[in-house]
């Protein structure tokens, strides 16, 4: 049972990371203003690394018994996303208020190197549950 419960938080938290990424941004920013949709962006993203850091830690946690491996790559993914939502988002906001646009492009870049790196170490945790 509780190696179940690991494969669907660990499932919930790829599909989470997925659908936030490549959906809910995306359509912001096709379905709002530019303004609307940034401040509204702005709101979702605590709470989108807020859901990473909970589901990644009961994940890793769920995992280690079975595979302790899959559980250090969902506990460096809660660890990582820690100063991600504490210092890079507002950084992030911050050069984004100033009108500093070369910041803005860095930090944001970082910040999605950081997202796809973390959909892909969830993903490789989830299909180690294959047998």
């Known amino acids: 049972m509780l190696t179940a419960t690991a494969l669907l938080m660990t499932a919930f938290l790829f599909g989470g990371m ?19 949709a940034g401040a509204t962006i702005r709101k979702a993203f605590p709470w989108f690394y807020l859901f990473v850091i909970v589901i990644a830690s009961a994940a890793a946690l769920l995992s280690f018994p079975s595979d302790p491996f899959a559980a250090a790559m969902l506990g460096l993914i809660a660890l990582t996303t820690v100063p991600t939502r504490q210092w890079l988002m507002p950084a992030i906001n911050a050069a984004t208020d100033s009108g500093n646009k070369s910041r803005f ?24 549950f294959l047998p």
């Open 18 to 36: 997925v659908l936030y990424s490549f959906g809910f941004a995306a359509f912001l920013f096709t379905a709002l203003p530019p303004e609307t």
């Open 105 to 128: 492009k860095a930090l944001h870049g970082a910040s999605v190197i950081i997202t796809l790196v973390h959909i892909a170490l969830a993903g490789w945790a989830l299909v180690r």
